[in-house]
């Protein structure tokens, strides 16, 4: 997808689960059609460390919906063979944390998420030193991409070692706060900048705070594209119509 697309990616975050147990495939799908390049499909979970309200309260709903990632993985499966597009979609990673997956088995979920059509992970909470020596090698295995998040007080240092470890793209947090609060993109663009100095392998996407139009071209000035999760997931929290509401919701981002 990035070798098609070098500029203005859209990454839309769902909640899987969310709003209604079965709404994961029909807002997969909505997006797809409506112009999303990528879809992060986020795994409940009751302790979501970088997370804001809106997306805490996502979670809480889906797990009260009754999601977890065995649910999840029997939704998933086959959804492939009934793309809109009929070539096998966009790319869909997972974003979680350590302690369901560990509680599933890392390497189970690494192989049930490959074997659903999974293209990479985000697990925001495994720490650099766990993936070189223990759980790099497992997703590697099973050919999933793995993304790590970089913020604007992550040293030069560090932004190399975990660019030169990311593979799929670097998430650049845009400030060091929990998603879906105001961002001052005055203070992001500086880091940005600074971002691009530094010759990534890797492209950039921006999460937090990326909520509507302006936004998202602010991010994208600097970037390879930009990741909306919480207004995304707020335009859903007051819809039954899945599909208009994605459609309104994205052609007020990208047209």
């Not at 009934?82 to 088995?105: A, F, T």
């Not at 390497?107 to 650099?128: H, M, R, S, Y």
């Not at 996407?205 to 997931?233: E, M």
Request: glycine share 8%; net charge negative.
């Amino acid at each position: 997808m990035f070798q098609e697309k070098k500029e203005n990616v859209l990454n839309v975050y769902c909640t899987a689960g969310y709003p209604e147990l079965n709404s994961t495939l029909k807002i997969i799908k909505a997006l797809e059609e409506n112009g999303a390049d990528l879809i992060e499909l986020g795994m409940p979970y009751s302790d979501p460390l970088a997370d804001g309200p809106v997306i805490q309260a996502s979670s809480s709903k889906a797990l009260s919906n009754g999601m977890t990632i065995h649910i999840l993985f029997e939704q998933l499966e086959g959804f492939r063979n009934n793309s809109p597009s009929g070539v096998g979609g966009i790319p869909v990673i997972l974003m979680g944390y350590m302690n369901p997956v560990l509680q599933y088995g890392f390497e189970n979920f690494c192989k049930d998420a490959a074997a659903v059509g999974i293209d990479g992970l985000i697990l925001p909470d495994l720490p650099q030193y766990e993936f070189e020596t223990e759980y790099g090698s497992i997703i590697k295995k099973y050919g999933l991409d793995f993304i790590f998040l970089v913020t604007p007080e992550t040293s030069e240092e560090r932004i190399k070692k975990l660019d030169e470890l990311s593979t799929g793209f670097l998430y650049a947090v845009s400030s060091s706060a929990t998603t879906g609060g105001d961002t001052n993109f005055n203070s992001v663009e500086k880091y940005l900048k600074r971002l691009k100095s530094y010759q990534l392998k890797n492209p950039i996407l921006v999460g937090f705070g990326i909520k509507d139009k302006q936004t998202f071209d602010a991010a994208c000035k600097y970037a390879n594209g930009a990741i909306i999760g919480s207004a995304f997931i707020k335009a859903l929290e007051s819809s039954n119509d899945i599909e208009s509401k994605t459609k309104q919701f994205l052609n007020q981002i990208i047209k």
